[in-house]
C-alpha cells in the first residue's frame, strides 16, 4: 500500500523520485520509494527533516541550487542530484510530523496548486494507514495475549482435571454438563464426549437424579450451597461412599452460571473407620473373654489347689498318729490333686500357645493323622477296650499339628464319655464337600442333651463331675479355636445315650485365619 502511494506521489507530481520517508532523531528512512535505491539517509541531509517543522504545509523547493538551506547538500551536489523536492508531512493522529509524502526530481520544478493538495491527500492516507496499523497491531497483541491467557487457563483446567482425586462435574442451568474431570470419567468409564453435552438425567439416571441431585442442584442454581454423604455405584469403580457437594459458580458480577457437582470418596476412610470400630469391638471381646478366662481358670485351679493344701496338711497332723492306710488315702489324694492340675496347667498352655501360633497348612493324610492318634492313645484304648475305625482316606491342605490335637481331643472324649459297662466304639470318618472337606468323629458315649450342646465348645465347660468322668473342660474350646484359626467351623449332634457325633469342616480353599 505505501509503495502504491509513493508511486501514485511520483504520477501526480511527475516527477522520477516518490518516497515516503520517516525521520527520527538520526536518520530518514524510506517506508517506500520509487526512482532511488538508498533505504536511509543521515537526518542531516534530509529534506524531509526541514518539511515536517511546518506540519500543516508542503515544502517546496523549485531549485535547490537556488535555496540556501539546500545548495551545498551532498543530496543536491551529488547523487541524485536533487534541484526539486516537494515533501507534505505526515502528521499523526496526535498531530505529531513523523515524516513526508515527497516528490523529488532532478531538474528544477513547479507543481500546480491540485498537485500540491493531491500530495497533502496522500499524505493524510499515509498517516491514516499508520494509524490503522497501529490499531491493528495493538488489536493483535491483544488478540494473543488473551489467547495466551486462556490457553493458560486450559492449561490449568487440564492439569486440575487430571491431577483432581475428586469427581467434579459443571453444570449449567439446563441441567447439562459443560465439563466433567478425568476422575469423574475413571468412575463412570466413559469419555467425556459420553457426558458433556448430556443433562444430568440422562448420565446419572432418572430416578437418582429427581430423587437426590436435581433438589441440591437447584438450591446451587439458587446461590446455596448444599450436600450429602451417600453409597453409590460407579462402573468404574464399584460401590463407593461419597460426600457429594454442590457449589455455584458466579460470574464477577455474581450472577450464578452454573453448579460445581464435586463427589469426595471416602470409601477409604469409612473403611478405616470401620476397621476401627471391628477392632475395638474385638479388643473388648478379648478383654471379657479374658477376664472370663481368668475367672474360670481361678475357679478351676482352686478345686485342685485346694485338695493339694488340705491334704498335705492333714497328712502333716496325721504322720505320727496315722494308720499306714489313712496316710496312703491322704497322700493319694494330694496326688491326684497334683496330677488334676498338672492336666490343667499342660492344657492351659497348650491353649494359650494357640494365640500366638499361625497355622502352618501342608497336605495331610487324614488316615495317617488318625493312625498317630491311634498310637497315641495306645494306653487308654487298651484299658477300655476301645475299638477305632477309620474310613477318611482323603487329603487335605492343613496344619498337621493343630488337626491331630483336634481328632485326639475328640477320640478322646469318645473313649472317656461312654456308659459304665460298655466298650467305646469310635468311627472317624471323612467326606468332600463342594469347597471343604466335613470330616465326622462318631461314638457310642453317653451322649448329649441338645441344651448343652452348643456350650460344650466354652472354656472350662463340663457337664459332669469329676468323679465320674475325669477332665478339665478344655478339649473342646481348643479344638473349636484351632478349627476357627483354619477357617473352618465345629459342632456335634448327639441325643442322650444314642451315641455323639462330632464334626468339623475344613474348606479346601485358603479361606483360613491365624
Ligand atoms: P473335658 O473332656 O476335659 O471335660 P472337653 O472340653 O473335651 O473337656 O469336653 C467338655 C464337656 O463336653 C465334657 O466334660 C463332657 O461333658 C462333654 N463331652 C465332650 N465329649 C463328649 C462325648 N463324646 N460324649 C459325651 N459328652 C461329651
Given at each position: 500500500m505505501f509503495d502504491d502511494i509513493a508511486e501514485l506521489a511520483a504520477q501526480i507530481c511527475g516527477t522520477p523520485i516518490a518516497l515516503i520517508s520517516l525521520v527520527d532523531a538520526d536518520r530518514q528512512w524510506f517506508k517506500a520509494k520509487v526512482g532511488v535505491d538508498a533505504q536511509e539517509t543521515p537526518r542531516e541531509m534530509a529534506f524531509c527533516a526541514h518539511a515536517i517543522l511546518q506540519a500543516d504545509d508542503v515544502l517546496v523547493v523549485n531549485n535547490a541550487l537556488e535555496d540556501e538551506r539546500f545548495a551545498t547538500n551532498p543530496l543536491v551536489l551529488n547523487n541524485p542530484n536533487i534541484r526539486f523536492y516537494a515533501g507534505a508531512p505526515i502528521v499523526t493522529a496526535e498531530g505529531l510530523p513523523v515524516g513526508t509524502v515527497c516528490a523529488i526530481d532532478r531538474q528544477p520544478k513547479a507543481l500546480a496548486p491540485h498537485q500540491l493538495r493531491a500530495l497533502q491527500a496522500l499524505s493524510r492516507q499515509v498517516s491514516r494507514l499508520f494509524a490503522f496499523r497501529r490499531a491493528a497491531i495493538d488489536h493483535l497483541a491483544q488478540a494473543e495475549s488473551a489467547l495466551r491467557a486462556r490457553e493458560q487457563e486450559a492449561e490449568r483446567l487440564m492439569a486440575f482435571t487430571v491431577m483432581d482425586l475428586d469427581l467434579k462435574a459443571f453444570v449449567n442451568h439446563d441441567y447439562r454438563y459443560l465439563a466433567v474431570n478425568a476422575a469423574y470419567q475413571r468412575y463412570w468409564k466413559r469419555d467425556v464426549e459420553q457426558i458433556v453435552g448430556r443433562t444430568v438425567e440422562e448420565v446419572r439416571g432418572r430416578d437418582h437424579f429427581h430423587s437426590r441431585l436435581k433438589r441440591h442442584i437447584d438450591l446451587a442454581l439458587s446461590g446455596e450451597a448444599s450436600s450429602f454423604e451417600a453409597d453409590s455405584l460407579y462402573p468404574g469403580k464399584g460401590m463407593r461412599r461419597m460426600q457429594v457437594r454442590f457449589a455455584p459458580v458466579r460470574t464477577a458480577d455474581g450472577a450464578v452460571l452454573g453448579v460445581?457437582?464435586?463427589?469426595?470418596?471416602?470409601?477409604?476412610?469409612?473403611?478405616?473407620?470401620?476397621?476401627?470400630?471391628?477392632?475395638?469391638?474385638?479388643?473388648?471381646?478379648?478383654?471379657?473373654?479374658?477376664?472370663?478366662?481368668?475367672?474360670?481358670?481361678?475357679?478351676?485351679?482352686?478345686?485342685?489347689?485346694?485338695?493339694?493344701?488340705?491334704?498335705?496338711?492333714?497328712?502333716?497332723?496325721?504322720?505320727?498318729?496315722?494308720?499306714?492306710?489313712?496316710?496312703?488315702?491322704?497322700?493319694?489324694?494330694?496326688?491326684?490333686?497334683?496330677?488334676?492340675?498338672?492336666?490343667?496347667?499342660?492344657?492351659?498352655?497348650?491353649?494359650?500357645?494357640?494365640?500366638?501360633?499361625?497355622?502352618?497348612?501342608?497336605?495331610?493324610?487324614?488316615?495317617?493323622?488318625?493312625?498317630?492318634?491311634?498310637?497315641?492313645?495306645?494306653?487308654?484304648?487298651?484299658?477300655?477296650?476301645?475299638?477305632?475305625?477309620?474310613?477318611?482316606?482323603?487329603?487335605?491342605?492343613?496344619?498337621?499339628?493343630?488337626?491331630?490335637?483336634?481328632?485326639?481331643?475328640?477320640?478322646?472324649?469318645?473313649?472317656?464319655?461312654?456308659?459304665?459297662?460298655?466298650?467305646?466304639?469310635?468311627?472317624?470318618?471323612?467326606?468332600?464337600?463342594?469347597?471343604?472337606?466335613?470330616?465326622?468323629?462318631?461314638?457310642?458315649?453317653?451322649?448329649?442333651?441338645?441344651?448343652?450342646?452348643?456350650?460344650?465348645?466354652?472354656?472350662?465347660?463340663?457337664?459332669?463331675?469329676?468323679?465320674?468322668?475325669?477332665?478339665?473342660?478344655?478339649?473342646?474350646?481348643?479344638?473349636?479355636?484351632?478349627?476357627?484359626?483354619?477357617?473352618?467351623?465345629?459342632?456335634?449332634?448327639?441325643?442322650?445315650?444314642?451315641?455323639?457325633?462330632?464334626?468339623?469342616?475344613?474348606?479346601?480353599?485358603?479361606?483360613?485365619?491365624a
Open positions: 460445581v457437582i464435586d463427589e469426595h470418596d471416602i470409601q477409604d476412610l469409612a473403611d478405616a473407620a470401620q476397621k476401627l470400630r471391628d477392632t475395638i469391638t474385638a479388643l473388648e471381646k478379648k478383654t471379657l473373654s479374658q477376664q472370663k478366662f481368668i475367672y474360670m481358670l481361678s475357679h478351676d485351679l482352686r478345686e485342685p489347689v485346694n485338695t493339694i493344701v488340705n491334704f498335705s496338711g492333714v497328712l502333716r497332723q496325721r504322720l505320727s498318729t496315722g494308720t499306714q492306710a489313712e496316710l496312703l488315702r491322704f497322700a493319694e489324694f494330694v496326688h491326684g490333686g497334683g496330677t488334676r492340675l498338672k492336666a490343667l496347667l499342660d492344657d492351659l498352655l497348650e491353649y494359650v500357645r494357640l494365640e500366638h501360633q499361625a497355622v502352618r497348612r501342608e497336605s495331610v493324610k487324614l488316615c495317617e493323622l488318625v493312625e498317630g492318634v491311634v498310637s497315641d492313645l495306645g494306653d487308654a484304648i487298651e484299658r477300655t477296650g476301645a475299638q477305632i475305625e477309620c474310613d477318611a482316606h482323603l487329603e487335605l491342605q492343613c496344619d498337621p499339628h493343630l488337626l491331630r490335637v483336634v481328632i485326639q481331643n475328640l477320640i478322646a472324649n469318645g473313649i472317656k464319655f461312654v456308659s459304665p459297662g460298655s466298650l467305646p466304639r469310635i468311627k472317624v470318618m471323612a467326606r468332600s464337600l463342594p469347597s471343604s472337606v466335613r470330616l465326622t468323629v462318631q461314638d457310642n458315649g453317653i451322649g448329649i442333651a441338645p441344651e448343652h450342646q452348643a456350650e460344650l465348645f466354652q472354656l472350662f465347660k463340663r457337664l459332669h463331675h469329676r468323679k465320674d468322668y475325669e477332665g478339665v473342660g478344655m478339649g473342646l474350646a481348643t479344638c473349636r479355636r484351632i478349627i476357627d484359626m483354619h477357617g473352618g467351623s465345629i459342632g456335634v449332634e448327639s441325643e442322650p445315650g444314642k451315641g455323639s457325633t462330632f464334626w468339623l469342616e475344613l474348606p479346601i480353599g485358603e479361606g483360613s485365619h
